[in-house]
């Protein structure tokens, strides 16, 4: 079971996209997993034949344990042996018995539960929003065109096959008309809860804000984006991330986080960025930001984005977090506080950039500005730094040229 995140402990086996005696490539998905955040697909990290599934669907398993095992063709496993419940504390969810060596003895033949055939669904390639989204609806996938990466059926395919069979007119309805419906909360949104209750019960947050005027930002980056051509944008949060990354060097003080009492400083420079999802918000993070260029972090960001709506993030893609970014200016929000990403030490909101009147000289003018709200952990900072470090960040989006090179 891979660990998706710093806090994930355990994840559930959703579904099996391979069955035992299949053939399996490195880099194919093989399984489905539920984690604290989101459904991803489990990657193959080598190729070879699946020979036994040990943690099956529906079934939770802590972070590192076995949940199958690949090995070469032909290659058998020992039969796991049956462990009788211990006498005493139940056992804990997901905890799976180690193989136990084989009797000394003549080799017994192994006996191989025959492999159980996928449902057309399960052959067809979509992402795990789809499938979730389809199952809702009470769609069939396989009746669905896929328009992704070889065929495969996106969130957008769904809904617009759920748009074509919509509900009949409430005049054709019959009975009484609802007045409510209830949803449970998914397990993204209780951690989503549980952490922002956490993290506003007991860090001591305080907010700052400025103004900064991005009319050369812009400028620059409609330059960048001539140069770059039709394949490659760059977006004004990545000219707002290399800003930030910057601007962490010379305040290490924030690119840190409050972990058993001691403040903790990273060394390196790796921001979270929120990205919002139907099932909820997520974080997944751009390492070394401050030593990309304003080109690498916009592949950067575009990967994360695509493979998170997609449902491909990989574990990594959630490791190693030092300071969290978000940014609502796509929405056109002008200004609005987050809440801290805990353990750190800070999360920067970002708005809309746009045309607003200023005062230049005495006189009325409009300019493109931007508004950025820092919220900041007082036990690890105070106003003052947080203060300074915005106006660098302020300085560098001013002079975007310090960002080129």
Same mark, same amino acid.
């Given at each position: 079971m891979p660990k998706m995140g710093d806090a994930m402990t355990e994840g559930k086996v959703l579904r099996w996209m391979k069955r035992p005696g299949?053939?399996?490539?490195?880099g194919e998905p093989i399984a489905e997993i539920e984690t604290d955040k989101v459904n991803v697909d489990l990657e193959a990290e080598d190729e070879g034949v699946l020979l036994d599934i040990v943690v099956g669907e529906g079934e939770t398993a802590a972070v590192g344990s076995t949940i199958a095992? %690949? *090995?070469?063709? *032909?290659?058998?496993?020992?039969? +796991?042996? #049956?462990?009788?419940? $211990? $006498? !005493?504390?139940?056992?804990?969810? *997901?905890?799976?018995a180690e193989p136990q060596p084989a009797a000394a003895g003549p080799e017994r033949p192994r006996k191989t539960a025959p492999a159980v055939p996928m449902t057309a669904d399960e052959r067809v390639k979509a992402s795990p929003v789809a499938r979730r989204l389809a199952s809702e609806a009470g769609i069939d996938l396989s009746t669905i065109r896929g328009t992704g990466p070889d065929g495969r059926i996106t969130k957008e395919d769904v809904e617009a096959a759920a748009a074509k069979t919509a509900a009949p007119p409430a005049a054709a309805r019959t009975g009484p008309e609802r007045e409510y419906e209830e949803q449970p909360l998914t397990k993204i949104r209780q951690t989503i809860g549980k952490r922002m209750l956490e993290s506003t019960q007991q860090a001591p947050h305080f907010y700052v804000t400025v103004d900064v #005027? /991005? @009319?050369? =930002? /812009?400028?620059?980056?409609?330059?960048?984006?001539?140069?770059?051509?039709?394949?490659?944008?760059?977006?004004?949060?990545?000219?707002?991330? +290399?800003?930030?990354?910057? =601007?962490?060097?010379?305040?290490?003080?924030?690119n840190s986080a409050l972990v058993g009492g001691q403040i903790r400083r990273y060394t390196r420079i790796n921001l979270a960025i929120a990205i919002a999802l139907p099932e909820g918000?997520?974080?997944?993070?751009?390492?070394?930001? @401050?030593?990309?260029?304003?080109?690498? %972090?916009g592949d950067a960001a575009?990967?994360? !984005?695509?493979?998170? +709506?997609? !449902? +491909?993030?990989?574990?990594?893609?959630? @490791?190693?977090?030092?300071?969290?970014?978000?940014?609502? !200016? /796509?929405?056109?929000?002008?200004?609005? #506080?987050?809440i801290i990403n805990p353990p750190h030490a800070a999360i920067l909101a970002v708005g809309s950039a746009q045309g607003r009147p200023v005062v230049r000289g005495g006189h009325l003018a409009v300019a493109t500005t931007m508004k950025l709200t820092m919220s900041a952990d007082h036990r690890i900072t105070d106003g003052a730094?947080? =203060?300074?470090?915005?106006g660098e960040?302020?300085?560098?989006?001013?002079?975007? *040229?310090?960002?080129? #090179?």
């Open positions: 299949d053939s399996i490539s490195k095992l %690949i *090995g070469e063709p *032909g290659q058998t496993v020992e039969p +796991r042996a #049956t462990v009788q419940p $211990a $006498a !005493g504390p139940e056992r804990s969810r *997901g905890a799976t #005027t /991005m @009319d050369e =930002a /812009m400028r620059v980056r409609q330059q960048l984006n001539a140069a770059l051509g039709d394949t490659r944008k760059l977006s004004v949060n990545d000219i707002v991330l +290399r800003a930030t990354a910057v =601007a962490l060097r010379t305040f290490p003080n924030l918000l997520i974080a997944p993070v751009i390492h070394d930001v @401050d030593r990309k260029t304003l080109a690498e %972090i575009k990967s994360l !984005g695509e493979r998170a +709506r997609s !449902g +491909r993030l990989r574990s990594e893609d959630y @490791d190693g977090g030092t300071f969290t970014v978000s940014n609502l !200016g /796509m929405y056109d929000v002008d200004n609005f #506080t987050a730094e947080v =203060a300074r470090f915005l960040v302020k300085r560098l989006l001013e002079n975007p *040229g310090l960002l080129v #090179t």
